[in-house]
């Protein structure tokens, strides 16, 4: 149980497009979601808290306009990474928590985003 | 974010011995911890968990071990196979909400 999917796991994209990221818990309803990028040998970097229905918060130098969330529902959460630059190139990595007392997160196998 | 930090960022054991994986943290405030294994390319997966009400929690073949006089966690792997190659990240978390996570500290098992 508590199985958490992203897709795509490996996007390459043009400098300048616009990538969307999907994060879906499997076989339990996720009240908050969490987004987290990662750069090669270095830790999980917490990006943005996500609640079903309401507004992200992002974590302080997180653009809010450059990283749109969305949490349409209670099992999918979306990231869009607008007008991606290279620098942009990371591993994105989401996490579910099932909430209702449980406060361990479930992470997803991670989207790596490379951008030309 | 918050601070938390692992004393060594790499370890190398030999199959079969134990392994002791050290996480220093800052805020005195958290009360929830988690041991994560990620391999390479992959997400991370949960490994045990420990709340600041215990000192002691053991999984399988894992042991976390709570000192909060020194805000100090420790994971202990028993018997270390070549499958546990990976790197291990504490994260501390307060009432459950956000997890903030140490550097990682990269596990290598030699056969």
């Known amino acids: 149980g508590a199985v958490v999917s992203q897709h795509p796991s490996w996007v390459i994209c043009k400098s300048g497009t616009s990538v969307k990221i999907e994060c879906r818990s499997l076989?339990?309803?996720?009240?908050?979601m969490f987004w987290y990028r990662q750069f090669p040998k270095q830790s999980l970097m917490l990006m943005a808290t996500s609640n079903e229905g309401s507004k992200a918060t992002y974590e302080q130098g997180v653009e809010k306009d450059k990283f749109l969330i969305n949490h349409a529902s209670l099992t999918l959460s979306t990231l869009t990474v607008t007008s991606a630059h290279p620098e942009d190139s990371s591993f994105y990595i989401c996490?579910?928590?099932?909430?209702?007392?449980?406060?361990?997160?479930?992470f997803g196998p991670g989207t790596r985003l490379t951008v030309l | 974010g918050e601070s938390v930090g692992l004393h060594l960022p790499t370890l190398s054991v030999q199959e079969g011995d134990n392994s002791i994986i050290n996480c220093a943290y800052s805020?005195?405030?958290?009360?929830?911890f988690i041991w994560y294994k990620q391999e390479s390319g992959k997400g991370p997966q949960f490994i045990i968990d420990i709340r600041s009400n215990m000192d002691k929690r053991q999984g399988q073949r894992v042991t976390v071990l709570l000192n909060k006089t020194v805000k100090h966690l420790s994971l202990q792997i028993a018997a270390t196979q070549p499958g546990d190659s990976a790197v291990y990240f504490c994260?501390?978390?307060?009432?459950?909400?956000?997890?903030?996570f140490g550097t990682g500290t990269s596990l290598t098992v030699i056969p």
């Open positions: 076989d339990f309803q996720a009240t908050t």
């Open positions: 994260a501390e978390n307060i009432m459950g909400n956000q997890f903030y």
């Open positions: 805020n005195s405030a958290s009360d929830y």
């Open positions: 996490s579910a928590r099932p909430g209702a007392g449980e406060w361990t997160q479930y």
